[in-house]
């Protein structure tokens, strides 16, 4: 580890302590991090705090499974944001089904390694025109209307040096699963974040959508969409399937009084074993208004994430 990587490690260990980075202040990172992640002398104590944490987010996608997982872990980017970092590493434990000694091993290669991201690069190397990455996504299913009515809020990081058109997609599901969903079973409208600007019929199933932002995005910059969707009809789940790196996914679905007889949720599995009834999740309760919501956070490209239900309260068992 050369001595740039070994300031960025050093400061790392410091935000593990206590809460971790998720709940730092900004006067608790150090300077050799604080110039790895291009802070200014002008960024607000927040944009500082946040700057850092998108930088780690954005390098850790790089590590091994065991390490990225290590390294958020105890910098309260990953599972509970405990107050000490001895219960963090206690979970890690048991979720890496390793003792606790090996957990802590985990974490010194995973900063180790992230702080050799860091000195090879203060940004990664641009990525090809067009791409992105979301930061946060957040559906809002309605299933008490006359018909499935999504509102989708994405907020997503330009990864390109330029980004002027960013390419969407939308997977229809027709209730017949020997029949092919058509362009016209469903509707969208663009409330905020761009023009749509052309949709395309990629498959029987799949819709293709370019929506212009109102001014091209540059590297790193953030920006809100807000759409809806609705649909003729659709299978009894809803999912997100990333294509790219996508750090959090939330879901509230709405059933009012035609609660399923199960819901459950789905979380990294298989695109085709969403229909698979044999693959099960934990069981979710729909609350007094009859929705129910899922979190997930640091989502792998192609897995899918959501919530499946079956049948309704009123149909016979």
């Given at each position: 580890?050369?001595?740039?990587?070994?300031?960025?490690?050093?400061?790392l260990k410091?935000?593990?302590?206590?809460?971790?980075?998720?709940?730092?202040?900004?006067?608790?990172?150090?300077?050799?991090?604080?110039?790895?992640?291009?802070?200014?002398?002008?960024?607000?104590?927040?944009?500082?705090?946040?700057?850092?944490t998108d930088?780690?987010?954005?390098?850790?996608?790089?590590?091994?499974?065991?390490?990225?997982?290590?390294?958020?872990?105890?910098?309260?980017?990953?599972?509970?944001?405990?107050?000490?970092?001895?219960?963090?590493?206690?979970?890690?434990?048991?979720?890496?089904?390793?003792?606790?000694?090996?957990?802590?091993?985990?974490?010194?290669?995973?900063?180790?390694?992230?702080?050799?991201?860091?000195?090879?690069?203060?940004?990664?190397?641009?990525?090809?025109?067009?791409?992105?990455?979301?930061?946060?996504?957040?559906?809002?299913?309605?299933?008490?209307?006359?018909?499935?009515?999504?509102?989708?809020f994405r907020?997503?990081?330009?990864?390109?040096?330029?980004?002027?058109?960013?390419?969407?997609?939308?997977?229809?599901?027709?209730?017949?699963?020997?029949?092919?969903?058509?362009?016209?079973?469903?509707?969208?409208?663009?409330?905020?974040?761009?023009?749509?600007?052309?949709?395309?019929?990629?498959?029987?199933?799949?819709?293709?959508?370019?929506?212009?932002?109102?001014?091209?995005?540059?590297?790193?910059?953030?920006?809100?969409?807000?759409?809806?969707?609705?649909?003729?009809?659709?299978?009894?789940?809803?999912?997100?399937?990333?294509?790219?790196?996508?750090?959090?996914?939330?879901?509230?679905?709405?059933?009012?009084?035609?609660?399923?007889?199960?819901?459950?949720?789905?979380?990294?599995?298989?695109?085709?074993?969403?229909?698979?009834?044999?693959?099960?999740?934990?069981?979710?309760?729909?609350?007094?208004?009859?929705?129910?919501?899922?979190?997930?956070?640091?989502?792998?490209?192609?897995?899918?994430?959501?919530?499946?239900?079956?049948?309704?309260?009123?149909?016979?068992?």
């Amino acid at each position: 580890m050369d001595g740039r990587a070994k300031r960025y490690d050093d400061d790392l260990k410091q935000l593990r302590k206590n809460r971790g980075l998720c709940l730092a202040r900004a006067d608790q990172i150090g300077a050799a991090l604080r110039e790895a992640c291009g802070v200014d002398s002008q960024d607000t104590p927040a944009e500082i705090v946040q700057k850092v944490t998108d930088a780690v987010l954005r390098h850790a996608a790089a590590l091994g499974e065991e390490q990225r997982v290590a390294a958020l872990t105890a910098l309260g980017l990953d599972g509970p944001q405990t107050r000490f970092l001895q219960e963090r590493e206690l979970w890690l434990a048991q979720r890496l089904e390793r003792n606790p000694r090996t957990a802590r091993r985990r974490i010194r290669e995973g900063f180790a390694e992230l702080a050799s991201l860091l000195a090879g690069s203060s940004r990664p190397a641009p990525c090809p025109a067009g791409t992105w990455r979301t930061e946060r996504l957040r559906v809002l299913l309605a299933l008490d209307q006359p018909q499935p009515e999504a509102f989708v809020f994405r907020h997503v990081i330009a990864d390109a040096e330029v980004l002027d058109e960013l390419d969407l997609a939308v997977t229809l599901t027709a209730s017949d699963r020997s029949a092919s969903a058509r362009e016209n079973d469903f509707s969208i409208d663009v409330f905020a974040g761009g023009t749509l600007v052309h949709r395309t019929q990629e498959t029987s199933q799949r819709i293709s959508l370019a929506l212009r932002p109102p001014k091209p995005l540059h590297y790193g910059e953030k920006h809100e969409i807000a759409m809806r969707f609705r649909v003729a009809e659709m299978l009894p789940h809803y999912v997100c399937v990333p294509k790219g790196a996508c750090e959090e996914f939330d879901l509230t679905v709405r059933f009012g009084d035609q609660t399923p007889r199960s819901i459950g949720l789905l979380e990294k599995v298989f695109q085709n074993d969403v229909h698979d009834d044999a693959v099960t999740g934990q069981p979710l309760e729909p609350d007094g208004a009859g929705e129910v919501r899922a979190r997930f956070r640091h989502l792998e490209p192609g897995f899918a994430y959501g919530i499946r239900w079956q049948g309704s309260a009123q149909e016979p068992s």
